[in-house]
């Protein structure tokens, strides 16, 4: 494992439910990079995250984020490891306002100080967020839930960031713009790995991606490589 | 008959035989259990009545001792010497009074459930919880009624329930040759019949339209209603069956313990009764006899027992606190630890159906097909015939109406306007595709036009005829199936009852039908499940149909919502961003799905979606939204180059993509 390496899944066996969802997953993320998860439904994207961030539990196998072995320690602690999760479906909470939204994210960290200063950091990232901070998270449209959700994982200045479908339900304008974000907040700092349906749109941000199918990683190579592959073109950016 | 048909109904014969034979046996080994038995199986029939509520129709009620306590008051008032019930002195039969009580008991059902029933979740709880202390206060003051107007006293006195003191004698049932007496063996076997004739009927109701419709209110409201299911009607229905059986239960109760007392119809009988649903399963109906079965025997004849066992005990060892100990006293204690255990070892109770995933490999098979071969493709001469016979294209006359006719329609939430002054019109047979920014209205259009809102302003009409101010549930009936943006199925129901609930509305079978089944109602019944089967195996789900529709695979999941759509026999499709999360193939096969739809039933579509390459390929017109307004409207070339739709929706990298691919 080089030095750079920031989170590592060795071997990874896990259920979901009932279901053998992992079956040996390996993937490494550089410090610094965007890595890319992409499959179809069912293969086990969403669940290798949830693996990370510990809501679901290895079977067998080794997650380790920044030399250390985090399979065993419990969520909230892991969040404050350094990891953060912009869950798929957004998940913001409806009925408090986007500031109350945002400074919850900020919820674990001791630097209190230091918040106010995020908030304009993040706000900075996101400034369709600015003008709508009194208002209540539910009544965003979803472009702005998704930022919403982003911006609160990037409150807890995390090293890494686990995006889940960032695109899914979004206008073609707002998936630009939404791609568009993730490679700033990357070219910040934070290291990110990105599951994402749209195929196309994460391959292009990404640097490098992993194919992932019935759980198990079927390909992996540099984001550029894996956009001319045969395979990935004809399954997963439907060209015929 | 074949021996192995023998052998199945091996157990059932046995089962008779055993429950024939007990009272018998019990008499014979004089363990005198028969009066505990016969009690244990009138709260049985109480939880079967509850689970008609909570299990089939997911209403939880907190009061249902209510109508028990309905039930046994009808038999008081109607056949006992000590109230003044100017009813009493007809000589009523207890075989007329037990079918009174339980048409009270519905009847009150139905006027207790006709306000709480836009209430959900917690407050229809509370309201249930408030209307079960009610009724034992009304009845604990109903014993003296004087009604004094200035001296003029038309009623004085009036005893109508016995107050505190209850009601005490009670009339008999007779019958030649068999005395309703201190034997207990005629009253268990009267009990029995009673038991086994409500179980009869409540399996008939379960398998039927109506138990389909309480199952689809239980998984998800808004999508039943939206499927042609009334949601008030069938929770009426629930309520006020429901509410029946305990009107059998309570008159029977009241004429065998010969006397009826406030106090025997508390809260804690609520949720005992509530208890045994959860402890057997609810909505399984052997669940549910087994729930109560244990409850009660435990509280009537276990309990007792080891009190006296460990009394024994405590004296042989010369342990005073045992000698003395009294465990009857302890019994909300048992239950309760024995309702949180069963809760963590099984959640879904005793006999609760545990849905299973499918078999790992299966599974993994099936995605590795999915994701090499392409996706079913959808077939012309796969389309089921009768669908076919019921939208019958080309008897439209020349000049009818557009399919729907959207004007001016405007809605608004609070200060926000979500859709204002909107105009949409989809001629017979055209896909039009709703497109725009998210949070631009198109999903609160959609609403309007299905009622699940109502429009602030404006008209909106089907084949010419205006459907403003109608119910989700007859906008189905007129001829709009929707499908939805986060796929919304009856998930813990089948795959093929799924389908079955889109045939609701064009079925006719009533509550008696169900129960009876006579030969109109088999064959509707046959009918509709053949058209379910074409139906699925149209959209390439034949296979699965015995599936619980959780279990399916994301993309299929995505077609079983339309098998369900289409079985309401519709003029006009509704779909919510069909193929969001589906892959390329997936999509691919969606779109064709969709275009023959169109060509061959000639359904009208109207579609939201963010896929460009789908909407763009397959909609004759497009209509783009924002902010709740019109932005733009007309063929997709025209769309992909208006410069406000480039601006608020497509963006520049649309123009870019479409000239790199």
């Known amino acids: 494992m080089s030095a750079a390496t920031l989170l590592a899944l060795q071997d990874v066996h896990a259920y979901y439910g009932n279901i053998r969802a992992l079956k040996g997953v390996s993937l490494t993320v550089g410090r610094g990079e965007i890595v890319t998860l992409i499959g179809g439904n069912g293969a086990g994207k969403t669940t290798t995250l949830r693996t990370v961030i510990g809501l679901v539990r290895a079977l067998r196998g080794t997650v380790t984020f920044a030399d250390q072995r985090i399979d065993r320690v419990p969520t909230h602690r892991i969040a404050r490891l350094g990891i953060a999760q912009s869950p798929e479906g957004r998940r913001i909470f409806a009925p408090m306002t986007v500031r109350e939204n945002l400074e919850l994210g900020a919820f674990s960290r001791a630097d209190r100080e230091a918040i106010p200063q995020d908030l304009e950091r993040v706000l900075g990232l996101f400034p369709r967020l600015r003008d709508r901070l009194a208002q209540k998270g539910g009544t965003l449209s979803g472009g702005e839930q998704q930022m919403l959700a982003m911006g609160r994982a990037l409150m807890a200045k995390p090293d890494m960031l686990l995006l889940d479908e960032p695109s899914m339900g979004l206008s073609p304008i707002l998936v630009e713009t939404i791609f568009d974000i993730i490679r700033n907040i990357n070219q910040l700092g934070t290291t990110i790995l990105l599951v994402e349906q749209n195929a196309r749109m994460a391959l292009r941000v990404a640097h490098r991606g992993y194919v992932i199918q019935t759980g198990r990683i079927v390909l992996e190579d540099a984001a550029s490589a894996l956009l001319r592959s045969d395979v990935v073109r004809k399954a997963y950016l439907g060209e015929k | ?661």
């Not at chain 2, 009493?88 to 709480?116: C, D, E, K, N």
Request: charged content about 20%.
């Open chain 2, 1 to 661: 008959m074949s021996d192995a048909g023998a052998a199945r109904r091996l157990p059932a014969v046995l089962l008779v035989a055993a429950l024939l034979a007990y009272p018998f046996v019990d008499r014979w080994l004089q363990a005198q259990t028969v009066h505990a038995v016969t009690d244990a199986m009138i709260y049985v029939l109480l939880a079967l009545g509850l689970n008609i509520v909570v299990g089939y129709a997911g209403m939880l009620d907190l009061g249902y001792a209510a109508f028990f306590a309905i039930g046994a008051y009808t038999m008081g008032l109607l056949n006992s010497p000590v109230l003044g019930s100017p009813l009493y002195g007809h000589t009523w039969s207890f075989w007329v009074i037990i079918w009174i009580a339980a048409a009270v008991s519905a009847l009150l059902g139905v006027v207790i459930g006709a306000p709480t029933l836009r209430v959900r979740g917690d407050y229809l709880a509370i309201i249930t919880l408030a209307f079960g202390e009610i009724i034992p206060v009304a009845i604990r003051n109903l014993g003296d009624i004087t009604i004094d107007i200035g001296g003029w006293k038309p009623i004085e006195r009036l005893n109508l329930t016995g107050g505190e003191n209850g009601v005490n004698p009670v009339g008999r049932p007779h019958l030649p040759f068999v005395h309703f007496e201190t034997d207990f063996i005629p009253w268990y076997f009267l009990i029995l019949v009673i038991g086994a004739l409500s179980l009869w009927a409540m399996n008939r109701m379960r398998d039927s339209r109506l138990g389909r419709a309480w199952m689809a209110i239980r998984e998800d409201e808004t999508a039943a209603d939206c499927t042609g299911v009334n949601p008030i009607k069938t929770k009426l229905l629930a309520f006020g069956l429901g509410a029946s059986f305990s009107g059998f239960a309570g008159s029977f109760y009241a004429a065998k313990l010969q006397a009826i007392t406030p106090g025997a119809f508390e809260f804690n009988v609520s949720i005992m009764l509530l208890c045994m649903i959860v402890l057997g399963g609810m909505g399984s109906l052997k669940g549910v006899i087994l729930g109560g079965m244990l409850i009660t025997l435990f509280d009537r004849i276990l309990l007792a027992q080891l009190t006296f066992l460990v009394r024994a005990l405590g004296r042989s060892l010369g342990v005073p606190m045992l000698a003395a100990v009294d465990l009857t006293l302890w019994r909300w204690f048992f239950f309760g630890l024995g309702l949180v255990v069963i809760m963590l070892i099984r959640p879904e109770g005793l006999m609760g159906r545990r849905v299973r995933p499918p078999a790992a490999d299966v599974d993994e098979r099936e995605e590795t097909r999915a994701l090499i071969a392409a996706p079913p493709r959808p077939r012309a001469d796969a389309l089921p015939a009768w669908l076919r016979a019921a939208s019958a294209p080309g008897a439209r006359p020349v000049g009818a109406p557009p399919a729907l006719e959207v004007r001016g329609l405007t809605r608004r939430f609070g200060g926000l306007v979500a859709v204002s002054d909107a105009d949409l019109v989809i001629p017979a047979g055209g896909i039009v595709g709703l497109i725009g920014p998210n949070g631009a209205g198109k999903t609160t259009f959609f609403n309007l036009v299905t009622g699940l809102l109502r429009p602030d302003r404006g008209e909106i009409r089907l084949d010419g005829a205006s459907l403003v101010g109608l119910r989700p549930h007859a906008i189905v009936a007129r001829g709009i199936a929707r499908t939805f943006q986060s796929i919304r199925l009856f998930q813990n129901m089948s795959v093929l009852d799924n389908v079955l609930v889109g045939e609701h509305c064009r079925l006719h079978a009533s509550v008696a039908g169900a129960v009876f089944r006579p030969p109109a109602v088999m064959a509707e019944e046959a009918r509709a499940r053949a058209r379910s089967r074409d139906l699925l195996a149209f959209v390439g789900l034949g296979d699965k149909a015995a599936e619980t529709a959780k279990n399916l695979a994301y993309g299929d999941q995505r077609r079983l919502e339309i098998a369900r759509a289409l079985a309401t026999e519709p003029r006009l499709l509704l779909l919510d961003e069909p193929t969001a999360g589906m892959n390329p193939r997936e999509t691919d096969a969606l779109t064709e799905l969709i275009g023959l739809l169109r060509h061959e039933l000639g359904l009208a579509v109207l579609l939201i979606e963010h896929h460009m390459e789908v909407v763009m390929g397959i909609s004759d017109r497009i209509t783009v939204l924002d902010y709740g307004t019109r932005i733009a409207e007309g063929t997709p070339a025209e769309i992909r180059r208006d410069p406000k739709v480039i601006e608020a929706y497509l963006g520049k990298g649309y123009e870019q993509e479409l000239v790199a691919t």
